[in-house]
């Protein structure tokens, strides 16, 4: 299936640094380190058939060759900051691939290191929404939240609860959860996009998106040391249905 005549470039932005878990995608998880499972999850891929990590840092450029992606250049130090977005990242990827290879991407996926639980197939389905909806800018994956917004508030200025959404309820936040209407979150396991969408639209988006919606036990975004915990706890357990599945 990689034969297919479409360049399809996933991308692992990786930087050194990080605020909540020092050196956090080298951290070990399960054996490996945090930013190889997105690595891993390429490879398997039937679909993607480039894999550039981009780094600032020397020894997460070092494992990433080891572990089978390309780390043709380091990123530059402007765009390692805490407060760096993603479309920048990606325009210089892009633009040192076109400069320097003049290579072009027909497909770009976007793995986050913090996301390890995904699987290739769920990558792949997601590739192919994008693939067979040629009118859409992007494909995102969501998910079902476990708390509905209709029973979120603000507070407001004088101290009181004030419903975070106005809707056709007087009081939203008093409806049966069966009665709200469905919704999704944006979890940050897969993002697919298309070249056009970052340069034309100089978005990561678009506007319009279509949703790739994921089962909730496949999302965890490694963000402090328990969300470590909680990975590892499930990666040994789908290891194990795995085996016993075998």
């Known amino acids: ?50 894999i550039i990590v981009s780094t600032d840092d020397d020894e997460i450029a070092r494992l990433g060759i080891n572990y089978g992606a390309e780390v043709p250049f380091l990123r ?31 497909i770009i996926v976007h793995l986050r290191p913090t996301a390890p639980l995904r699987k290739a197939s769920q990558i792949d389905e997601a590739i192919e929404m994008l693939i067979n909806h040629p009118n859409a800018d992007s494909v995102r994956s969501v998910s079902i939240p476990s708390q509905h917004p209709y029973r979120m508030f603000t507070i407001g200025e004088d101290g009181y609860l004030k ?57 965890v975004d490694i963000d402090g040391p328990e969300d470590l915990l909680l990975a590892e706890t499930k990666i040994r357990q789908f290891k194990e249905i795995s085996e016993v599945g075998a």
């Open 163 to 219: 419903p975070l959404l106005q809707t056709q309820y007087k009081e939203p936040y008093l409806l049966r959860r069966q009665d709200c209407p469905p919704v999704y979150w944006y979890n940050c396991v897969i993002d697919i996009t298309k070249p056009s969408t970052i340069w034309n639209k100089n978005s990561m988006t678009g506007d319009k998106i279509l949703p790739y919606i994921m089962d909730s036990r496949f999302v």
């Open 1 to 50: 299936m990689k034969n297919h005549n479409k360049n399809i470039l996933a991308i692992i932005p990786a930087r050194g640094g990080s605020r909540g878990i020092p050196r956090k995608n080298l951290v070990s998880l399960a054996g490996m380190p945090l930013f190889a499972y997105s690595i891993e999850h390429a490879k398997a891929s039937r679909y993607i058939n480039r």
């Open 76 to 106: 530059p130090e402007e765009l390692a900051g805490d407060t760096v977005l993603d479309l920048p990242v990606f325009q210089h990827v892009l633009k040192w691939l076109e400069n320097h290879e003049k290579y072009y991407a027909d």
